[in-house]
């Protein structure tokens, strides 16, 4: 999702927690280069390295021995000496920080990703589908992506002209999550930046972090109990759903089966 389009380069003093996530360990570097000429950028050093931390590992190595560099250059990092005056020289190791886990998602990050790769985060903690998620992740992701969901039959869930091609043909991704002999489908797609940056005033200030509550049950997940796996006797008006209108895509095949909608 990263935006398309000339920007101008971010330096030290128009560094934030969200484009911090734009830039790379170099841009790092070029932004340091000459510090110890700037005399405000040397008094707000601790509040430049917050904000990079926020996207970055940082190490400061106590030497540049090369061997020392070797087994952080083996981890991923780039090395470099920053110079803050003539006595002052220190060795940073740093790496861009990994998005592996809905975990690492934040507001501040998750304007930086394509939809490929929440699709493929998702998948990586995925069991129970998109309920599993908790309000404050599900929330962080919706503040940037279109999400939308459906429970089917693994077996007419890729049925043509239905539900699944149209929702592709549209520019959605798709994450499957097979329940049994059914399938959740969570269909993932960039939401327009005008609906984005709008969703981004409403939901947080820039430099907030929100609290990461992935590990902690929802109320509502705490009052149901919801069967994780499923087979063609499961169908009723209870565990079946879908977060928006299947009726168009319903016809001869559905064998006079009634299925409830969820909003």
Not at 21 to 45: H, T, V, Y
Request: aromatic fraction near 8%; charged fraction near 35%; charge should be negative.
């Amino acid at each position: 999702m990263k935006q398309e389009g000339n920007k101008k380069a971010v330096s030290l003093k128009t560094l934030t927690k969200s484009n911090v996530w734009d830039i790379q360990e170099n841009d790092i570097f070029r932004m340091l280069d000459g510090i110890d000429k700037d005399a405000e950028a040397k008094e707000n050093i601790r509040k430049y390295v917050e904000i990079i931390k926020t996207a970055f590992l940082l190490e400061e190595l106590k030497d540049d021995a090369a061997l020392l560099k070797g087994k952080y250059e083996k981890m991923g990092y780039k090395i470099t000496i920053i110079t803050f005056d003539e006595k002052n020289k220190t060795v940073w190791a740093i790496k861009k920080r990994p998005i592996a886990r809905v975990s690492d998602l934040s507001y501040e990050n998750i304007t930086h990703i394509s939809a490929a790769k929440l699709c493929e985060v998702l998948g990586r903690n995925f069991g129970g589908g998109w309920d599993s998620l908790s309000q404050s992740i599900r929330d962080i992701i919706e503040s940037g992506f279109d999400i939308s969901t459906t429970t089917l039959p693994s077996n007419r869930l890729h049925k043509p002209g239905g539900m699944y091609d149209k929702k592709v043909n549209d520019g959605f991704e798709v994450l499957e999550v097979p329940k049994g002999t059914w399938t959740e489908a969570i269909f993932v797609k960039v939401k327009p930046q005008q609906e984005k940056l709008r969703m981004q005033f409403q939901t947080h200030d820039e430099d907030e972090i929100p609290e990461d509550t992935y590990n902690s049950p929802d109320e509502d997940d705490l009052e149901m109990d919801e069967p994780t796996d499923f087979n063609d006797d499961d169908l009723n008006e209870d565990n079946y759903r879908t977060t928006f209108s299947i009726t168009e895509d319903l016809d001869e095949d559905a064998e006079g089966l009634e299925i409830a909608d969820e909003d």
